[in-house]
């Protein structure tokens, strides 16, 4: 099975990018599946029904999310229904949605970290309770994990965690792409940032000039997804044995939009 996992989009420079590409590298690499982060697709901040129509339009299969996924509250109805959309699945029960799906013979699961960010359920141990109901069950082999942390330490430490229990652990949320892209010992894919689909001139997406004035004022400014320029496409494809579940390739695929 052949998996484009694609990094965190922002706004409208990152959803025109993956309409873009997406349709093109479908059928160039012959994927089976195409994953992407939406936290950010509604002008930096959350993403709304049309932004998640924009992403399922261009041929992106599941949508994930971490701590962004409630700032446009219209999106809040659309979780519950069928739409391919993911929010952490360590979110207290009784919260809106759900944090993994199963599409085909693969299972996406969403996850989020503690370190630095929302003191949660844990990460850890929710996997654990989600790899158990997959034991228990018929659920394929094929098991993908985005998490959604701020901390290299937690993101690392997540994908030895759960070497040889999943096929890959992609880390999302600080938009820079990393370059440690391996397969763990007992075959799990690994990556602790995936990076981000949004523009090249920014300060993680934003105007340089509004995260300046955050930095050097030490007072709230609201952050605008930056227009000029150029759009990064950051990602990684990964090829899973179906039969075991272990990933036999994964490498980084990152691209450049004038």
């Given amino acids: 099975m052949r998996i484009l996992m694609i990094g965190d989009v922002i706004g409208h420079p990152g959803r025109n990018a993956i309409a873009s590409l997406v349709p093109g590298l479908r059928s160039e690499l012959q994927l089976d599946m195409v994953i992407a982060n939406g936290e950010n697709t509604a002008g930096g901040f959350g993403i709304t029904p049309d932004t998640a129509r924009e992403l399922m339009d261009s041929d992106v299969d599941v949508i994930t999310s971490g701590n962004h996924i409630w700032k446009q509250k219209e999106i809040i109805p659309f979780i519950n229904e069928e739409w391919p959309l993911l929010r952490p699945a360590n ?37 654990d309770a989600l790899l158990e109901e997959a034991r228990q069950s018929t ?78 004022t030490q007072t709230p400014k609201r952050l605008t997804v930056a227009t000029a320029g150029p759009t990064q496409f950051n990602s990684v494809l990964v090829e899973v044995d179906e039969t075991t579940g272990a990933a036999t390739g994964i490498e980084r695929l990152d691209r450049e939009l004038n």
Wanted: hydrophobic share 45%; proline share 7%; net charge negative.
């Fill in 91 to 127: 979110y207290p029960s009784g919260v809106p949605g759900r944090g993994y799906i199963r599409l085909g013979e693969a299972v996406v699961i969403s996850l989020m970290g503690r370190v630095f960010m929302a003191p949660i359920d844990c990460p850890f141990k929710t996997a």
């Fill in 139 to 216: 659920m394929p082999k094929v098991i993908i994990v985005d998490f959604h942390a701020e901390a290299t330490s937690e993101k690392q430490g997540l994908g030895w965690y759960l070497d040889g229990r999943v096929s890959l652990v992609a880390g999302t949320h600080t938009h820079v792409a990393t370059a440690d892209a391996r397969i763990l010992p007992n075959g799990t894919a690994f990556v602790s940032d995936l990076g981000m689909v949004g523009p090249v001139n920014s300060v993680i997406g934003a105007e340089p000039q509004d995260a300046l004035d955050r930095f050097l």
